[in-house]
C-alpha cells in the first residue's frame, strides 16, 4: 500500500492501523471510538474552530479512488451499502447479500421462498423501434376506472334555475299545503278564506281533506284547531259532481267521514303487519305509527262530532268497538283500543250524557271500563287513565288536569295576567329613564300582595341597602303636553319611526300619544303621517298593520292633527299607489284598510275614496284599492253602514271605477261584474 495515501490529512508518513491497513478500524464496528452522545440537552457546546475541521481535496479523493479498487481480505464480508437518494428505512429494511471477495466462493443461487431484493434502478430500459415514441402507461386511477360503466346523461336531467311547470291544481295543492303549516288560532280566519278560494275542483278537495286529516293525526295540540277548520269548509265548500258510476254529489263532510271511517276500519290489518315484524327496532316503530294514528283519528272524530259533523250514533259505534273483547285469552280489548275510548269519553262524554236518545249507554261504557281496571294484568297506566275518566264523570265532566290546545296570544296573555295578577307589559326602563325617572320599577308587585299595607314594591337598584324612603320616590316633573319646538327636523323624524316602532313593541298607546304631541308642530303633520303610512307598508305581520292603523287613527280622534290634515298626509302615498304596488303589491290593501278604519270611526266620509282614486290612472289598482275599503267598512259595521255610508256621500261606482279606454286592458270586467264578484252589491253604481 502506497505510505502517500492517507484519510487523515497532514498526516501521510504515519501508518494506520495493523499491518499499514486504513479500514482496520471497521472491523470493530461503525464509531467504535466514537464518545457517546451527553444526554444534557441545555449543554451550550462552542463551534469547532477552522483548524479542527478534516477537509479532503479533491485531487486527494480522486487519488485514492484510484488506489483502492478492492476490499481488504481481512474486512467482514457483510456491510451495508447505502445508495444516494434512497430513504434510511428502504436501506436498512432490504436485506444484504455478501459482497464476493476474490477468494469467496459463489453466492448460493435463490429459491422460491427467497425475496426478491432487486432494485428497480436495475432493470434495463424498455427497447422501442427506431422512430417510434414509447406509449404512455396508463394512471392508477385509469386502470381503476377502466372497467366503468360509461355514464349517460338522461332527457330530464335537472339544471339549476330550471322552472318546473305545474298545472292549476297542482298549484292550488301546494299553496294549501302551505297555508295549512301556517294556520294557528290568530290567523284562522284569514287563512280560511284563502282555502276556500282555492278550492275549485273534486281532485283538490280530496287532496285537501287528505292533507288537513293528516295534520290533524299527526298534530294533537291542533287537532281541535284543524275540526273547526273542518267545520267552517264544509259550509263554506260547495258541492262537486258525483264520481263515474256514483249517484251522490262529493261533498266536504262526505269524503272527511269516509276518511276517517277507513283509517278507523284499517287499524287491525296495521295492527297484524306490524305483529308479523320480526325485527325489534322497526317492530316497536311500527306498533307506535300505528297507536299514535289511532289515537289521532278517534280524537279528531270526537272533536268533529262536538262541532256537528258526526252523528251521535256513529259515536257510540265507535265505543263499542273500542271496548270489544280482543283476541287475548284474558277478553280484555287491546290496550291501545281502551286508551282510544278513555280519550273519546274524555272530549265527547259530556255531550253524549246529555243526549237523551242514548244517555243510558255512558254509563254502561264507564261500568265496563271499571270492570277491565281490575283486572291484575292490565298495565298499571291504563288503570290511571281509566281511573281519570270516572272521576271525570263525578266531577260533572270536569278534568282534574287541562289539556295543551291552540290558544290565541291575547287568551294566553289574559290567563297569564289572571294567574300572577299583573298586567304583562314589556319593561319601560329605556323609556323611564329618558323621563327622568332613576328609580323605575322593572316588574310591579302582584295584586294580592299590592291590597296588604305590609308589602309594598322596592323600588331601590340595591334592595339590601335601599332605606325605608325608597318607597316612596320623589316626585317627577311631568312631561310637558305641548309641542317641543327645540327638536330640529332630523330629531323629529327619529323620534317619530321610534315613536311607531315602539308602540309595535310595547303596545302603550298613552306613551305614543304624549310622544305625538311633542311633535305634533304645524310643519311637521305630515311627515308624521307620512312616515305611519311607511311604516305601515313595510310591516308584515297583521298584528302590527292592524295597531299602526289604529293609533293614526286615534291621533285623529285625539286632535293631534284633523281629518283634512290626515288626508292630505295619505295623498302622498295613494298619488303613487302605481308605482308602489309594484314594489310593494300589498301596498293598495293596506292604504285600503287605513282609509276603511277612518270611515268605519267616523273621522272621514266616504267621498274621500273617489278624491284619492282620481290621480290613479290604472283600474286594477283603483279596484284593488277600493276593494280594500269597502271590505274593511263592511267588516267592521256591516253591509249596512256600507251601503249607509255610499248613500250619505252620495257616491257612484262607476264615476270612479269605470275602466280608461286607452289605459286599462279591454277584458277588464265591468264595474257591475267587479261588484258582485267582491260582495258589494249594495254599493251604487
Given at each position: 500500500?502506497d505510505?502517500?495515501?492517507s484519510?487523515?490529512?497532514?498526516?501521510?508518513t504515519?501508518?494506520l492501523?495493523p499491518a499499514?491497513?486504513p479500514f482496520a478500524a471497521?472491523s470493530k464496528?461503525?464509531g467504535?471510538?466514537?464518545r457517546?452522545?451527553?444526554e444534557?440537552?441545555?449543554e451550550?457546546r462552542?463551534?469547532?474552530k477552522?483548524?479542527?475541521?478534516?477537509r479532503?481535496?479533491?485531487?486527494?479523493?480522486?487519488?485514492l479512488?484510484?488506489?483502492?479498487?478492492?476490499?481488504?481480505?481481512?474486512?467482514?464480508?457483510?456491510?451495508?451499502?447505502?445508495?444516494t437518494?434512497e430513504?434510511?428505512?428502504?436501506?436498512?429494511?432490504?436485506t444484504?447479500q455478501?459482497v464476493v471477495?476474490?477468494?469467496a466462493?459463489?453466492?448460493?443461487?435463490?429459491t422460491a421462498?427467497?425475496?426478491d431484493?432487486?432494485d428497480?434502478?436495475s432493470?434495463?430500459?424498455?427497447q422501442?423501434?427506431p422512430?417510434a415514441?414509447?406509449?404512455?402507461?396508463?394512471?392508477p386511477a385509469a386502470?381503476r376506472n377502466?372497467?366503468?360503466?360509461?355514464?349517460?346523461?338522461?332527457?330530464d336531467?335537472y339544471?339549476?334555475g330550471?322552472?318546473?311547470?305545474?298545472d292549476e291544481?297542482?298549484k292550488?295543492?301546494?299553496?294549501?299545503?302551505?297555508?295549512?303549516?301556517?294556520?294557528?288560532p290568530?290567523?284562522f280566519d284569514r287563512?280560511t278564506?284563502q282555502?276556500?278560494?282555492?278550492?275549485?275542483?273534486?281532485?283538490v278537495?280530496?287532496?285537501?281533506?287528505?292533507?288537513?286529516f293528516e295534520?290533524?293525526?299527526?298534530?294533537?295540540t291542533?287537532?281541535a284547531?284543524?275540526a273547526?277548520?273542518?267545520e267552517v269548509?264544509?259550509?263554506?265548500l260547495?258541492?262537486f259532481?258525483p264520481w263515474?258510476?256514483e249517484?251522490k254529489p262529493?261533498?266536504?263532510?262526505?269524503?272527511?267521514?269516509n276518511?276517517?271511517?277507513?283509517e278507523?276500519e284499517?287499524v287491525?290489518?296495521?295492527?297484524?303487519k306490524?305483529?308479523?315484524i320480526?325485527?325489534p327496532?322497526e317492530?316497536e316503530?311500527?306498533?307506535?305509527?300505528v297507536?299514535n294514528?289511532?289515537?289521532?283519528?278517534?280524537?279528531?272524530?270526537a272533536?268533529?262530532?262536538?262541532k256537528?259533523?258526526?252523528?251521535?250514533k256513529?259515536?257510540?259505534n265507535c265505543i263499542k268497538d273500542?271496548?270489544?273483547?280482543?283476541?287475548?285469552?284474558?277478553?280484555?280489548?287491546?290496550e291501545d283500543?281502551?286508551?282510544a275510548a278513555c280519550?273519546?269519553?274524555?272530549?265527547s262524554g259530556?255531550?253524549l250524557?246529555?243526549?237523551?236518545?242514548?244517555k243510558?249507554?255512558i254509563?254502561?261504557?264507564?261500568?265496563?271500563?271499571e270492570?277491565?281496571?281490575?283486572?291484575k294484568?292490565?298495565?298499571?297506566?291504563?288503570?290511571?287513565?281509566?281511573?281519570?275518566v270516572?272521576?271525570?264523570k263525578?266531577?260533572?265532566?270536569t278534568?282534574?288536569r287541562?289539556?295543551f290546545?291552540?290558544k290565541?296570544i291575547?287568551?294566553?296573555?289574559?290567563?297569564?295576567?289572571?294567574e300572577l295578577g299583573?298586567?304583562i307589559?314589556?319593561?319601560q326602563?329605556?323609556?323611564?329613564k329618558a323621563?327622568?325617572?332613576?328609580?323605575?320599577?322593572?316588574?310591579?308587585?302582584?295584586?294580592?300582595?299590592?291590597?296588604?299595607?305590609?308589602?309594598?314594591?322596592?323600588?331601590?337598584r340595591n334592595n339590601?341597602?335601599a332605606?325605608?324612603?325608597?318607597?316612596?320616590?320623589?316626585?317627577?316633573?311631568?312631561?310637558p303636553?305641548g309641542p317641543n319646538?327645540?327638536?330640529?327636523?332630523?330629531?323629529r323624524?327619529k323620534?317619530a319611526?321610534?315613536?311607531?316602532?315602539?308602540?309595535?313593541s310595547?303596545?302603550?298607546?298613552?306613551?305614543?300619544?304624549?310622544c305625538a304631541?311633542?311633535?305634533?308642530?304645524p310643519?311637521?303633520?305630515d311627515?308624521l303621517i307620512?312616515?305611519g303610512v311607511?311604516i305601515l307598508?313595510d310591516s308584515?305581520?297583521?298584528?302590527?298593520?292592524?295597531?299602526?292603523v289604529?293609533?293614526?287613527?286615534?291621533?285623529?280622534?285625539?286632535?293631534?292633527?284633523t281629518a283634512?290634515?290626515?288626508?292630505?298626509?295619505?295623498?302622498?302615498?295613494?298619488?303613487q299607489?302605481?308605482?308602489l304596488?309594484l314594489?310593494i303589491?300589498k301596498?293598495p290593501?293596506?292604504?285600503?284598510?287605513?282609509l276603511?278604519c277612518?270611515?268605519h270611526k267616523?273621522?272621514?266620509g266616504m267621498?274621500a275614496?273617489?278624491?284619492l282614486?282620481?290621480?290613479?290612472?290604472?283600474?286594477?289598482v283603483r279596484?284593488?284599492?277600493?276593494?280594500?275599503v269597502f271590505q274593511t267598512?263592511q267588516?267592521?259595521?256591516g253591509?249596512?253602514?256600507?251601503?249607509?255610508s255610499?248613500?250619505?256621500?252620495?257616491?257612484?261606482a262607476?264615476?270612479?271605477?269605470q275602466?280608461k279606454?286607452?289605459?286599462?286592458?279591454?277584458?277588464l270586467?265591468?264595474?257591475?261584474?267587479f261588484?258582485?264578484?267582491?260582495?258589494?252589491g249594495?254599493?251604487p253604481?
Amino acid at each position: 500500500m502506497d505510505d502517500g495515501i492517507s484519510l487523515r490529512p497532514f498526516a501521510t508518513t504515519q501508518r494506520l492501523g495493523p499491518a499499514g491497513n486504513p479500514f482496520a478500524a471497521f472491523s470493530k464496528g461503525a464509531g467504535h471510538q466514537i464518545r457517546a452522545k451527553r444526554e444534557d440537552l441545555w449543554e451550550d457546546r462552542p463551534p469547532k474552530k477552522p483548524e479542527e475541521l478534516i477537509r479532503y481535496s479533491k485531487d486527494f479523493l480522486e487519488t485514492l479512488r484510484q488506489k483502492f479498487t478492492d476490499l481488504p481480505p481481512n474486512v467482514q464480508s457483510y456491510l451495508p451499502c447505502f445508495t444516494t437518494g434512497e430513504s434510511s428505512s428502504d436501506q436498512w429494511s432490504s436485506t444484504f447479500q455478501p459482497v464476493v471477495g476474490p477468494d469467496a466462493s459463489p453466492a448460493p443461487a435463490e429459491t422460491a421462498t427467497d425475496t426478491d431484493t432487486r432494485d428497480w434502478r436495475s432493470r434495463p430500459a424498455a427497447q422501442h423501434p427506431p422512430g417510434a415514441s414509447p406509449s404512455p402507461s396508463p394512471s392508477p386511477a385509469a386502470a381503476r376506472n377502466s372497467n366503468v360503466g360509461k355514464m349517460h346523461k338522461t332527457a330530464d336531467a335537472y339544471r339549476p334555475g330550471t322552472v318546473i311547470s305545474l298545472d292549476e291544481q297542482q298549484k292550488a295543492i301546494k299553496t294549501i299545503k302551505g297555508v295549512l303549516n301556517k294556520l294557528t288560532p290568530d290567523n284562522f280566519d284569514r287563512l280560511t278564506a284563502q282555502i276556500v278560494q282555492l278550492v275549485t275542483t273534486a281532485e283538490v278537495l280530496r287532496k285537501t281533506i287528505s292533507l288537513v286529516f293528516e295534520k290533524a293525526v299527526m298534530e294533537p295540540t291542533f287537532c281541535a284547531l284543524y275540526a273547526s277548520l273542518c267545520e267552517v269548509l264544509s259550509k263554506e265548500l260547495p258541492d262537486f259532481p258525483p264520481w263515474e258510476g256514483e249517484t251522490k254529489p262529493l261533498t266536504f263532510r262526505r269524503i272527511l267521514l269516509n276518511t276517517c271511517q277507513d283509517e278507523f276500519e284499517g287499524v287491525g290489518e296495521a295492527r297484524a303487519k306490524s305483529d308479523a315484524i320480526t325485527e325489534p327496532i322497526e317492530k316497536e316503530i311500527a306498533e307506535k305509527g300505528v297507536k299514535n294514528r289511532t289515537l289521532g283519528n278517534v280524537r279528531l272524530i270526537a272533536e268533529l262530532y262536538k262541532k256537528g259533523l258526526v252523528m251521535e250514533k256513529i259515536m257510540h259505534n265507535c265505543i263499542k268497538d273500542l271496548l270489544s273483547p280482543g283476541a287475548k285469552e284474558d277478553g280484555l280489548p287491546h290496550e291501545d283500543n281502551m286508551e282510544a275510548a278513555c280519550e273519546v269519553i274524555t272530549l265527547s262524554g259530556k255531550k253524549l250524557s246529555e243526549a237523551e236518545k242514548y244517555k243510558s249507554n255512558i254509563s254502561a261504557y264507564l261500568i265496563r271500563l271499571e270492570r277491565f281496571s281490575k283486572n291484575k294484568t292490565l298495565a298499571s297506566r291504563i288503570k290511571f287513565m281509566i281511573r281519570d275518566v270516572l272521576d271525570m264523570k263525578a266531577n260533572n265532566w270536569t278534568p282534574r288536569r287541562q289539556k295543551f290546545t291552540a290558544k290565541k296570544i291575547e287568551q294566553i296573555r289574559q290567563e297569564a295576567e289572571t294567574e300572577l295578577g299583573i298586567q304583562i307589559k314589556l319593561p319601560q326602563v329605556q323609556r323611564a329613564k329618558a323621563a327622568g325617572v332613576e328609580e323605575a320599577e322593572l316588574f310591579p308587585a302582584p295584586a294580592k300582595f299590592s291590597r296588604d299595607g305590609d308589602w309594598k314594591p322596592v323600588t331601590g337598584r340595591n334592595n339590601r341597602a335601599a332605606p325605608a324612603a325608597a318607597s316612596q320616590p320623589e316626585p317627577v316633573a311631568e312631561r310637558p303636553k305641548g309641542p317641543n319646538r327645540s327638536l330640529t327636523l332630523e330629531d323629529r323624524k327619529k323620534r317619530a319611526e321610534s315613536l311607531y316602532k315602539e308602540f309595535v313593541s310595547s303596545n302603550d298607546k298613552q306613551e305614543a300619544l304624549m310622544c305625538a304631541k311633542e311633535l305634533a308642530v304645524p310643519d311637521f303633520l305630515d311627515k308624521l303621517i307620512d312616515i305611519g303610512v311607511q311604516i305601515l307598508l313595510d310591516s308584515v305581520k297583521e298584528r302590527e298593520q292592524a295597531m299602526i292603523v289604529d293609533l293614526i287613527v286615534d291621533f285623529c280622534l285625539q286632535k293631534i292633527f284633523t281629518a283634512d290634515e290626515l288626508m292630505l298626509g295619505v295623498k302622498v302615498t295613494t298619488d303613487q299607489l302605481e308605482d308602489l304596488s309594484l314594489d310593494i303589491p300589498k301596498s293598495p290593501d293596506l292604504c285600503g284598510l287605513l282609509l276603511g278604519c277612518c270611515i268605519h270611526k267616523g273621522v272621514v266620509g266616504m267621498e274621500a275614496l273617489p278624491a284619492l282614486c282620481e290621480p290613479i290612472m290604472g283600474g286594477e289598482v283603483r279596484r284593488a284599492f277600493s276593494a280594500a275599503v269597502f271590505q274593511t267598512v263592511q267588516e267592521k259595521g256591516g253591509g249596512g253602514l256600507l251601503e249607509k255610508s255610499c248613500k250619505a256621500a252620495n257616491i257612484k261606482a262607476s264615476s270612479f271605477l269605470q275602466p280608461k279606454a286607452n289605459w286599462d286592458p279591454p277584458d277588464l270586467p265591468s264595474v257591475e261584474d267587479f261588484l258582485n264578484k267582491k260582495g258589494f252589491g249594495v254599493v251604487p253604481l
